[in-house]
């Protein structure tokens, strides 16, 4: 999407969050509200993964893709959490709700995600369907919420409001997680069994100079895999000395498959 639709969607679903939360307080109706939250949420979602893209396009990493992620699905939790909790005291405690208002504003609100999809559907790439997926649910949403208030009009049962926006709430809690364990797992990947760390440090504890191994750990992110660690040297190890032990360490840490090696060099200061 072009950067000024981007920033378009942005204020609309800003406006359309701010002028819901209103609605919602004028009808009473929890539903309305926690629409609002989730339209405030894809607001943040769309400022962070422009960030984000941009970051990483600019350093061609792919951990931003990575945080951009989990900082979204993050903001839908806590703004779901937030709605469901308040949802379940409206149940337990209703209050008035006002038909007619709630249909006026949901009018509003299916209006406003119906066109920031439309404009987020246009030349849709990689990290815009991360936008575009849930501009498309909260137009279901409002769509929904709109049946529902038109029910209420008629009929004056207003336990559906806050049972709906439970509904919603849960549904995206539920996805929402499911995307945050993903990211952890892509994040915090289980190191492949191809590598011995005790092998691994029986070899490096056999080159010259070294005379212990500290806090030696193994992280894998996406497919890359890195070694950091702390080794004791001789305390009369030259500099140059140092710098071929790290080289001779990536040397064996790379025929196990290990693509980054962070080595820090401690002098023993032992007599």
């Not at 936008?131 to 919420?145: A, E, F, Q, R, T």
């Not at 709906?164 to 549904?171: N, Q, R, V």
Request: aromatic residues 8%; neutral net charge; charged residues 20%.
């Amino acid at each position: 999407m072009k950067e000024d639709n981007t920033k378009l969607v942005f204020f609309l679903n800003l406006g359309c969050s701010i002028f819901g939360i209103i609605g919602g307080l004028l009808t009473g109706s929890i539903a309305i509200f926690s629409g609002a939250i989730h339209d405030f949420s894809d607001s943040l979602t769309i400022g962070v993964s422009s960030i984000f893209e941009h970051k990483e396009k600019a350093e061609r990493n792919k951990k931003y893709n990575i945080l951009n992620s989990f900082s979204c699905s993050t903001i839908l939790i806590t703004s779901s959490v937030i709605a469901l909790f308040v949802s379940i005291y409206r149940l337990v405690i209703p209050t008035t709700i006002h038909g007619l208002g709630m249909i006026l504003f949901s009018f509003f609100g299916l209006g406003i995600n119906g066109y920031a999809l439309f404009k987020t559907s246009k030349n849709i790439d990689k990290n815009e369907t991360k936008i575009n997926v849930p501009m498309l649910l909260d137009c279901l949403g409002w769509l929904i919420i709109l049946i529902v208030a038109i029910i209420i009009q008629t009929t004056n049962i207003t336990v559906l409001d806050p049972t709906l926006a439970i509904i919603i709430s849960l549904l995206i809690v539920g996805k929402a997680s499911k995307n945050v364990t993903k990211t952890i797992e892509r994040f915090t990947e289980e190191i492949p069994n191809t590598i011995s760390i005790k092998q691994l440090e029986e070899e490096i504890k056999k080159i010259e100079n070294i005379k212990e191994i500290q806090n030696l750990h193994i992280a894998k992110v996406e497919e890359t895999i890195f070694l950091n660690m702390q080794i004791v040297v001789e305390k009369n190890t030259t500099k140059k000395t140092s710098e071929t032990i790290k080289e001779k360490i990536k040397g064996i840490s790379e025929k196990q498959g290990i693509a980054k090696t962070i080595i820090e060099i401690l002098y023993d200061s032992k007599e």
